[in-house]
């Protein structure tokens, strides 16, 4: 079955550096990766999708790329900022299905 | 808009009782799904509706029912408790079924079964 892996638990960086998150996966590669952004006590809210057949995806701060070769996607927050600290879901899907397959989420704490 | 509504927020249950969570959506979707997040186990999909008519068994669907009551309402059941489904729920809603399609979520509802 498929498995996926965002690079660590928690992630700590400091205001105005560059965050880059990791996930990663096995099998066979989706044909389309979404990523989430989770506050404490809230549902996920959607940030940006990015398809096999596309590289990298941008949206203001946030950029995505999708790296079928390595089975990897990174998920990168320019010029953090306090109000970035969330925890951040990958989630594939592939074209047949209707179902998300969610990682369990990396927390990224950025401090001032 | 309201985007996704969950009823209960919270709820605490004795092993055995039973329980309808509601979910209701706004945005005219099509696709509806309602999931368990645990620690450190992430998002499961419990079951899924691609359309009105039709729920489709997820990851972990043992120990819970779902009706689709129409194209807004989506509700799950737990007939008997067990403290094993203590968790929290999300409903969540997409304009079609298929992964090409973002994924609203509703806040959760938070549930102890005691």
């Known amino acids: 079955s498929q498995k996926i892996e965002q690079n660590s638990e928690a992630l700590n960086i400091q205001e105005g550096k560059t965050a880059t998150l990791t996930c990663n996966y096995t099998n066979y590669s989706p044909a389309y990766l979404q990523w989430y952004r989770q506050d404490p006590g809230r549902g996920p809210v959607f940030l940006l999708l990015?398809?096999?057949?596309?590289k990298e995806k941008r949206k203001e701060r946030l950029k995505v790329t999708f790296d079928t070769t390595l089975k990897q996607s990174l998920f990168h927050i320019t010029a953090s900022q306090p109000a970035d600290s969330a925890t951040y879901l990958c989630?594939?899907?592939?074209?047949?299905?209707?179902?998300?397959?969610f990682g369990k989420g990396t927390t990224l704490s950025v401090s001032s | 808009n309201a985007g996704v509504t969950q009823t209960p927020k919270f709820q605490v249950l004795k092993t055995g009782q039973s329980m309808t969570l509601q979910c209701a959506q706004d945005?005219?979707?099509?696709?509806m799904y309602w999931y368990r997040q645990d620690p450190g186990m992430g998002l499961r999909l419990i079951y899924y509706s691609a359309s009105e008519g039709t729920t489709d068994k997820g990851e972990v669907p043992n120990g819970y029912n779902v009706s689709r009551l129409n194209k807004r309402e989506f509700s799950l059941r737990l007939e008997s408790a067990a403290p094993s489904q203590t968790s929290v729920y999300f409903c969540?809603?997409?304009?079609?079924?298929?992964?090409?399609?973002?994924?609203?979520f509703g806040p959760g509802t938070r549930l102890t079964v005691t």
């Open positions: 945005m005219n979707h099509n696709s």
């Open positions: 990015i398809r096999e057949n596309e």
């Open positions: 989630a594939l899907g592939y074209q047949a299905g209707t179902a998300l397959i």
């Open positions: 969540a809603s997409s304009k079609r079924g298929g992964a090409s399609y973002e994924q609203y």
